[in-house]
């Protein structure tokens, strides 16, 4: 019994701690006026868009990933504490090469195609994509 315990204890306290927010990450993202919630999820991979995404991408003003196209980076995916006007949290992805942050872009849920720039917050608010 005090090993079932102990380990269902082990397994609350594992989930109720929250990844680290990179300190890089949360001075970018202040200086666009936006706050982080916590860290989603970080993974590496070889970036590899398809052209038809990388246009979409690029319609909304996020450039940066044409350039990387084959090479392996780091993705960082955040939720904001700002939240869309159907009131679900923000999703933040920032991108970094060897440690450099090479660019990043928000993700709203709640439009279609939904990725805007990271300096896009203002216009977002005025178009009351994002509640203020």
Request: with cysteine; hydrophobic share 40%; aromatic share 12%.
């Amino acid at each position: 019994m005090k090993r079932i315990l102990s380990i269902f204890l082990i397994i609350v306290f594992v989930a109720g701690c929250e990844a680290p927010i990179n300190e890089a990450h949360q001075r970018l993202l202040t200086e666009y006026g936006w706050t982080v919630k916590q860290l989603k999820e970080e993974k590496q991979f070889t970036l590899e868009t398809p052209e038809e995404l990388l246009a979409n991408f690029e319609a909304s003003g996020v450039d940066f990933l044409r350039n990387y196209q084959g090479q392996q980076v780091t993705q960082f995916h955040y939720e904001l504490k700002e939240k869309d006007i159907d009131k679900k949290n923000i999703q933040v992805f920032v991108v970094e090469k060897k440690g450099e942050v090479i660019g990043g872009y928000i993700i709203l849920q709640s439009w279609d195609p939904g990725v805007f720039k990271l300096s896009n917050k203002d216009k977002l608010v005025d178009g009351k994509y994002v509640l203020p």
